[in-house]
């Protein structure tokens, strides 16, 4: 089915808000399987983050989880797709920034820790998925972003949020997958 961009985040949100877990990694792969998320797309940029926003919200409670993911939707909606290629910054790391910065409730005029702290690990996952190239894959930089964001946030600020192994359930309908070059790869 052909959904538009807004409908796939309304999906998104809909679906995501019932989900339990500490792990984001289940959470989204799980969401991943649903026919409203692409192989590739920008619906990335918002189910990235959602996941960690969720299972932040899980492990803590601390924020309000509808209003969290509205303004996130507002925000990460924005994003274009192909910024891998064509900004040189991967949405699913902005999507995490993003995702934070709702947490910390910090933005452009914050002079505080959390706005280091956001930059810091951005540039952690933009590393990461540098080292590895291209072609892009979604879900790729969705695992690396994830799971650096959860290494990150439980060191750094004291959250249990979990972790499972991830093996690569796309790579047969992924007609760049990389393969062998990828750390996920079957």
């Avoid at 309304?10 to 409203?36: A, C, E, G, W």
């Avoid at 990235?48 to 899980?58: E, T």
């Avoid at 790729?140 to 290494?151: D, G, K, P, S, Y």
């Avoid at 990150?152 to 070059?181: G, H």
Wanted: aromatic share 8%; charged share 15%; net charge negative.
């Amino acid at each position: 089915m052909n959904y538009t961009m807004e409908e796939r985040y309304q999906l998104i949100q809909k679906h995501i808000i019932h989900y339990q877990s500490t792990n984001p990694i289940d959470i989204v792969l799980d969401m991943m399987k649903h026919d409203f998320i692409s192989m590739h797309g920008p619906e990335h940029h918002f189910l990235d983050g959602a996941s960690l926003l969720v299972s932040y919200h899980n492990a803590i409670g601390q924020i309000n989880l509808n209003d969290a993911l509205n303004t996130f939707a507002t925000r990460t909606i924005k994003m274009p797709g192909a910024m891998c290629g064509q900004w040189g910054i991967c949405g699913s790391s902005a999507s995490i920034g993003a995702a934070l910065s709702i947490i910390h409730e910090t933005g452009p005029l914050s002079d505080n820790d959390f706005y280091k702290d956001h930059m810091a690990l951005t540039s952690m996952i933009i590393e990461k998925e540098g080292k590895i190239g291209g072609p892009r894959c979604c879900k790729r930089n969705a695992f690396i972003a994830l799971t650096t964001a959860v290494e990150f946030i439980n060191e750094k600020y004291e959250v249990q949020l979990q972790l499972s192994p991830i093996t690569c359930q796309f790579s047969s309908i992924n007609p760049q997958c990389i393969t062998k070059r990828c750390p996920f790869h079957q």
